[in-house]
């Protein structure tokens, strides 16, 4: 399993950006799908977006698209979400994930973050 480590965090008035890193550790980062996923108060963990092992593909929940961009490093061993006109139903705890499929069912990651926290304010 790799371990992962998110931050880029905080408080961002809706309409701002932030960017969100995800450092892994371990030599076969570039082996793993990468994803990132939600959880909201009271609400289920729900996919964000993911990013193939090579970058080559990318898919995104229809809630984010066209704000949200997931890419990766993998000489560097680090996965980013970049996050523009954030509105406050954006706001939740953000997990990357990694995993062995492209896939957007959180059962298919077998190695999380601890999560960071966003809130958007209206």
């Known amino acids: 399993q790799v371990q992962l480590v998110e931050s880029g965090g905080g408080l961002v008035q809706g309409g701002g950006s932030l960017r969100l890193s995800c450092a892994a550790s371990g030599r076969t980062f570039s082996s793993y799908t990468m994803g990132w996923f939600r959880q909201a108060p009271g609400k289920e963990r729900e996919f964000v977006a993911a990013i193939r092992r090579s970058g080559g593909s990318t898919r995104y929940a229809d809630s984010v698209k066209g704000r949200f961009t997931i890419s990766r490093d993998n000489a560097k061993n680090t996965v980013y979400l970049q996050m523009n006109s954030l509105k406050p139903e954006d706001t939740g705890v953000y997990y990357c994930?990694?995993?062995?499929?492209?896939?957007?069912?959180?059962?298919?990651?077998?190695?999380w973050g601890q999560g960071t926290q966003v809130t958007v304010s209206s």
């Open positions: 994930a990694a995993g062995n499929y492209f896939s957007n069912g959180g059962s298919d990651y077998s190695s």
